[in-house]
């Protein structure tokens, strides 16, 4: 297991990320083309020596997204090196000492998208508002709950502007009267898919469609491109996309560090 700092071990990493279908594969791509290059950004990439199964681990923090086939013995010894806690992955099966404590589902927009839903009367959609903006309306919602402090706030912002200003994310805005009524991303996008995200309605505006239709307009701006377009549901919103027309293929799964138990 190695870090990534040559073009055999960039090819390599790659390869452990060709399925345009798995959300941490779209997620962890973009990761590396956003910040591989980028010095201070906290982000650390690994993958195997020639010969070796394709896979690619990306790090930072207390945070982790694994694809592929790694040795699990040394992939959690590396992890508690870096003193990760959470791991993201499309794999049931935790490392050696790690465990599963969540899964969500996974959903895709339907060939050519899905139906296209009125914005609601009197709104406007807003495809280039103030990341400032959005963040801090995602952070008085319920899409960030677990990440209520500043420091995540500030690190979170300064990555979508940086995804954004590369065309690695595209995040939109409903607007009425100049107020932010709903927000939905795609905060990973990659030359064949897109992985929609941090979609928040705010409590006065729910109920008119406003997510609805943000949604089902950004996911086909997508699929128009011929690109793959998934989300990864939060518990308790299932039925939300599945009224969208998404439809539900495979999980992702969460895993904690020995640590955390």
Partial sequence: M???ESPADAARFAA????A?????????VRFA?????PGSGWKFYTGGEGEGPFALAVRGASAL???????????????VLGAQRLK????????????????????????GPKA???PEGFWLNEAPSLLGVTEFLWGGESMTAHHDRRSTDTFYSEICTMRNRGLAEIWTLEESGVTAATAGAYAVTGNAALLSAVETAPAFRGKGCAGALVCALARRFC??????????????EGFYEKLGFEQRGLTYGHAAPEND
Wanted: aromatic share 6%; proline share 9%; hydrophobic share 45%.
């Fill in 34 to 38: 956003a910040f591989s290059g980028l």
């Fill in 89 to 112: 992955t499309a794999r049931p099966d935790p490392l050696p000492g790690w465990r599963q404590d969540a899964a969500f589902r996974v959903f895709h927009a339907p060939a050519g």
């Fill in 117 to 119: 839903r009125p914005l």
């Fill in 21 to 29: 279908q798995d959300p941490v594969a779209v997620e962890t791509a």
């Fill in 66 to 80: 694994l694809c592929g086939s790694a040795d699990g013995e040394e992939a959690a010894l590396l992890l508690k």
């Fill in 2 to 4: 190695r870090l990534v």
């Fill in 224 to 237: 128009e491109q011929g690109k793959a377009v998934c989300l990864v549901a939060r518990p308790g919103v």
């Fill in 16 to 19: 452990a990320l060709a399925d």
